[in-house]
């Protein structure tokens, strides 16, 4: 059941729910492409190591405390650039939606808006910039995790936050298509509404409610998928059986900043 921002005519429910049901079918296709299919790695030194295995729980790092403060930027600011081309093909309320979200997608609404941390995984258990950047130059370790650990699941526990797992993009440019689907359809579902419901549009204390809702959803859209390329946004089981084929997790450390995820079962490895 959709739980909404505020409580729309129905009409304008219909609309919100035609773009969740969009988003959900949207990253169903792509959940098949971005399959983990073997274990992923996380590369900490010794102190990471112990509290890692002491606490049995992984640490995700609040996203306005990453490494690289700028690592969220470029993807908002593709996302405002998509928005920008797009507007030339729209009529005058498409481009005012695309106005009204370029003004939104914004890193300091952004920051206000979203509550979420982020733990990163590398594929590669053998990876000579990871052993530099994250195990204490080569002298810590590659902890692994075994793929059941990042299984979708389609209902969460109750005492467990939602959790994504997906793919990151650097590339503009590969990131650029994932960006452009969800800009594009809430933006054709918007417009349809607006001529379909003018006089509810027409109305400010109904219209703008309804089009900052649908903006948001469109960010919480790109977030998962366009921002930062990760995918897909489904619920991921947090625990493994202790042995099972494991291998990964890589993740950041700063008090007041951390959200933690059980975790069982590991293999390490050391650099050679």
């Given at each position: ?173 590969e990131m650029r298509p994932s960006s452009e689907a969800p800009i594009y359809k809430a933006t054709e579902l918007f417009v349809s509404a607006a001529n379909a419901n003018a006089d509810l549009i027409a109305d400010e204390k109904i219209g703008r409610p309804f089009m900052r809702e649908m903006i948001w959803r469109l960010i919480a859209t790109l977030i998962f998928r366009g921002v930062t390329g990760r995918s897909p946004p489904r619920h991921f ?36």
């Open positions: 059941m959709t739980r909404y921002l505020t409580d729309h005519p129905q009409p304008l429910k219909d609309v919100i729910n035609k773009y969740e049901q969009w988003s959900d079918d949207y990253f169903r296709r792509q959940d098949a492409e971005n399959e983990i299919t073997g274990p992923l790695y996380h590369y900490t030194d010794a102190r990471g190591l112990r509290g890692i295995f002491e606490s049995e729980r992984i640490w995700f790092m609040h996203h306005q405390h990453l490494n690289d403060p700028n690592e969220l930027h470029h993807g908002l600011e593709l996302g405002r650039d998509i928005a920008s081309q797009l507007k030339q093909n729209e009529d005058a309320r498409g481009q005012f939606f695309l106005d009204e979200f370029v003004q939104t997608f914004r890193r300091e609404t952004f920051d206000k808006g979203f509550e979420f941390y982020i733990a990163s995984f590398s594929r590669h258990r053998d990876d000579l910039g990871q052993w530099r950047a994250y195990a204490d130059k080569g002298r810590g370790f590659a902890i692994g995790f075994s793929r059941k650990l990042f299984e979708i699941v389609q209902e969460l526990p109750p005492d467990k936050p939602p959790e994504f797992v997906g793919i990151v993009k650097y590339n503009i440019e089981g947090t625990r493994c059986d202790i042995g099972a084929d494991s291998q990964d997790a890589h993740q950041g450390y700063r008090q007041s900043a951390l959200h933690p995820a059980e975790m069982a079962g590991a293999k390490v490895g050391q650099r050679r």
